[in-house]
């Protein structure tokens, strides 16, 4: 039976140690809403969120309060809006339509963000596809809750380095398009390599096409959890290290595990996955980076920063696997800048550049994450930042992302604060030197070769 | 069985037992077990009880416990037994 230290062990992670379930995501396939008449396709879709997704949000709340544990978010992911509105949509305005219909949907349901506002174009664009993604400064800067992303790679297709050069420019008209809120719109805006479909986390949550028509993906928390337990056992070896990592990231998954299941079994939705990601937030002692010190680094970015990561990864998953009966979507730990204070102190130590945290999404999902970089930064600088991102997912078959933020009107050493848990950010410098002859080349990189591996 | 625990936290005062046992009788909840100790210098008690015979909603019952515990200066928690068992147990 269970014992009173195990009760307060667990009630001392949820009241102290910030553990909670970061998403209850309910993946709807829009699939069976297409139709050539603009108005009938968005009025399925309306139809369809507001019918499957109506207990949601009173559902994750009475499983929160049943069980004690906070769950942060509720929220949905439709299939990719380039392959829905492929067949109604013939200009960028009926995209839009179509993003104020999800919208809409997502305050009809409660939920605070809708993802799906998607187009897949590893390989390449159908006339939809570009529409949807030329669609995207004004669909971001006209509706709140939708967040979008854009698929540009993967390991079997190389990388659709036209998709590569549009999507730096189009991250720019976001920016521009939503100047007045310090560029809140690129917040909601990730380009990726090798995207799940199960992916519960925004801003590259879409519900995939090999997905059934109703799912749910669950994603926990946890880091403050991790810290917290990394020192009881300070200077002890790498094997106490990692022993004490993996034992923290079971009991952290087995919560996600059990919501899951109970989400799934009272609105009659399958389970899908739990993502096995460590989320920080803004919140003190909720952070990735503080890990990395605990682990023994001065600042986030110091040398063995990769190393450290590495590890806090792959035990998060060794431990995360065994408590959970699927488990998908990113599974990782992710490093987001504006969104961990940790991160946020490292960079304005002057600790971590852009390049340590490319060298960083190397060993862990999902990528360049909620960086604030200068507003003049050009189109296509952050086409190659996009490209190099892209290419370590590619070559190393993982998923990586970026979401970039060029802040118009700020540079270096300036900070901008977007709120909530997207937290704040100060401004990180870019390498200033030209790739606009590289970028410029158009067509793709091919897929790469999955022998001789160096 | 509808396995439910409740715990109690704060600085120990006359009678915490007491009342949260009347509530739980006068709602026909039973108790399973019950076990206190001094946790960092905080009283802490766990109550395991089965709520199947009970007519009031959990979350009533949750409701009314918590509210009992703000007027003696204690937080009273009630959570399902599966989140324990699941996170100690393989």
């Known amino acids: 039976m269970i014992n009173i230290f195990e009760v307060a062990e667990t009630n001392d992670m949820i009241e102290k140690e910030n553990l909670d379930v970061r998403t209850i995501t309910l993946g709807i396939s829009l699939l069976d809403c297409i139709d050539e008449d603009i108005n009938k396709l968005n009025d399925n879709i309306y139809n369809k969120i507001t ?52 919208d809409k949907a997502a305050v009809a349901v409660g939920v605070n963000f809708i993802g799906g506002y998607s187009a897949l174009v590893a390989k390449g664009m159908t006339p939809g596809e570009e529409l949807l993604i030329r669609s995207i400064p004004d669909a971001l800067a006209s509706t709140e809750r939708i967040m979008s992303s854009v698929v540009l790679g993967s390991t079997r297709t190389g990388l659709n380095m036209d998709g590569v050069k549009l999507m730096g420019e189009v991250i720019k008209q976001t920016a ?87 989400a799934s079994k009272r609105l009659g939705i399958p389970f899908g996955i739990v993502d096995l990601s460590l989320a920080p937030t803004p919140a003190i002692g909720d ?27 792959d035990q998060v998953k060794k431990g ?5 009966s699927y488990v998908g979507g990113l599974s990782g730990a992710f490093i987001p800048v504006s969104e961990d204070q940790g991160m946020i102190d490292a960079v304005e130590a ?71 848990l997207l937290g704040h950010a100060p ?16 067509g793709r990189i091919p897929a790469p070769i999955h022998s001789f591996k160096n | ?26 709602n026909n909840i039973n108790i399973l077990d019950i076990s206190q100790t001094i946790i960092s210098g905080y009283f802490n008690m766990m109550m395991i009880t089965d709520m199947t015979a009970t007519k009031k909603p959990f979350g009533e019952v949750s409701d009314d416990l918590s509210a009992m515990g703000e007027e003696i200066g204690v937080i009273i928690k009630c959570q399902r037994e599966e989140i324990f068992n699941g996170m100690h147990r393989i």
């Open chain 1, 51 to 102: 019918t499957v997704a109506k207990e949601l949000v009173k559902t994750g709340e009475d499983i929160s309060k049943e069980f004690g544990i906070p769950i942060v978010n509720k929220r949905i992911s439709v299939t990719p809006i380039g392959l829905i509105g492929a067949s109604a949509c013939k200009t960028t305005d009926d995209f839009v339509s179509i993003a104020k219909t999800l």
């Open chain 1, 176 to 262: 521009q398009k939503t100047k007045d809120k310090d560029s809140l719109g690129c917040t909601k805006l990730v380009v990726l390599c090798n995207a799940p479909d199960d992916n519960p986390f925004m801003a590259g949550a879409f519900h995939g096409v090999t997905e059934a028509d109703n799912i749910i993906n669950v994603g926990v928390s946890g880091p403050g959890v991790v810290k917290y337990a990394l020192q009881k056992v300070r200077g002890e070896s790498f094997e106490v290290l990692c022993e004490t990592i993996k034992k923290t990231a079971f009991k952290v998954t087995r919560v996600g595990q059990i919501v899951a299941k109970e």
């Open chain 1, 287 to 313: 952070s990735v980076a503080d890990i990395l010190c605990e682990i023994g680094l001065e600042h986030a970015g110091a040398p063995g920063t990769t190393a450290a990561l590495a590890l806090l990864n």
């Open chain 1, 320 to 324: 995360g696997v065994m408590a959970s």
């Open chain 1, 350 to 420: 002057g600790a971590l550049t852009i390049e340590k945290l490319e060298a960083m999404t190397c060993v862990c999902s999902v990528g360049l994450d909620m960086i604030a970089i200068p507003g003049d930064t050009p189109d296509t600088t952050i086409s190659g930042i996009i490209a190099d991102e892209l290419a370590i997912g590619m070559i190393n078959q993982k998923t990586t992302a970026v979401r970039v933020i060029p802040v118009i009107g700020k540079g270096v050493g300036e900070h901008v604060e977007f709120g909530g």
């Open chain 1, 427 to 442: 401004i990180m410098p870019v390498n200033q030197f030209s790739c606009e002859a590289f970028v410029n080349r158009g």
């Open chain 2, 1 to 26: 069985m509808n396995k439910t625990i409740i715990t109690v936290v704060g600085h120990d005062t006359v009678g915490i037992i007491a009342k949260v046992c009347t509530y739980l009788a006068e």
